[in-house]
C-alpha cells in the first residue's frame, strides 16, 4: 500500500515527528514532487504517487532515535512495513546511504527522493556543496572513516544531480526558484 499524503500526516503524528523535521519533511517531498513530474514529463516511468509518499515518509524513524542509537533510516523502514507500506520501505530505509545508485542505474523513485533529502538543510533549499558541509560537521564525528562515506555518499547524489538535469531545461542552481513556482498538487 502506498499512504496518501494524508495518511502520512497522520502517521507523522502518531509517532510524533517534531515540527522541525515535518517542515524539512514538506520541502522534500515538494523538490520530490517536482522533480518527479519534470522526469514522468520527460518520458521517464516515474510514480509520484510513490515518490510523494517516500518523500513524506523518509524521516519518519528519526523523532523515535533521537536519544537512542539506532540508525533513523533504518527505524523508518521498519515503521513503514508495520504499517504495510512496502511500495516505499526501501525509499525511506536507503534515503540516508543509496545501496544501488549510480551512473549506470535507472533513475527512479528512490533516487529522486534520496537525492531531494541532500538539497535541503532543516527547511531551506541549499546546494549539494552547503548540504555536504553541514553533514561534515555535524555527523562526522572528526571521524576520518565517517567523513570519507559522507564525502562518497554525496559523491554518489552528485552523479544523480547530474542525470536528473540532462533531463531537465534548468539547472541545479534553479531548484529553489523552480520549487517556488511549481503549483503542487499535492500540498495544494
Known amino acids: 500500500m502506498i499512504p496518501s499524503v494524508e495518511e502520512c500526516f497522520r502517521i507523522m503524528d502518531q509517532y510524533r515527528m517534531l515540527e522541525n523535521i515535518r517542515a524539512h519533511t514538506i520541502v522534500v517531498a515538494g523538490i520530490a514532487e517536482l522533480i518527479g513530474r519534470r522526469l514522468r514529463d520527460a518520458g521517464m516511468n516515474i510514480s509520484i504517487e510513490v515518490v510523494v509518499a517516500g518523500a513524506m515518509m ?31 520501505a526501501a525509499i525511506v530505509g536507503e534515503h540516508v546511504i543509496l545501496k544501488n545508485g549510480g551512473p549506470f542505474t535507472d533513475l ?11 538539497r535541503v538543510n532543516h527547511d531551506k533549499i541549499v ?12 555527523y562526522g564525528r572528526n571521524d576520518d572513516y565517517f567523513l570519507h562515506l ?8 552528485q552523479v544523480i544531480e547530474n542525470r536528473v538535469f540532462e533531463h531537465l531545461d534548468q539547472t541545479p542552481n534553479d531548484l529553489a526558484e523552480m520549487v517556488a513556482q511549481f503549483p503542487s498538487l499535492t500540498f495544494s
Do not use: Q, W
Open 150 to 157: 559522507i564525502r562518497k555518499n554525496f559523491e554518489v547524489c
Open 127 to 138: 546546494s549539494l556543496e552547503e548540504r555536504m558541509a553541514y553533514v561534515l560537521e555535524r
Open 108 to 118: 527512479t523513485e528512490k533516487e529522486l527522493v534520496f537525492y531531494a533529502d541532500k
Open 58 to 88: 523518509h524521516d519518519i524513524g528519526k523523532t523515535p532515535c533521537l536519544n537512542t542509537r539506532e540508525r533513523h533510516d533504518l527505524k523508518g523502514k521498519e515503521i513503514c512495513l508495520k504499517h504495510g507500506f512496502h511500495e516505499i
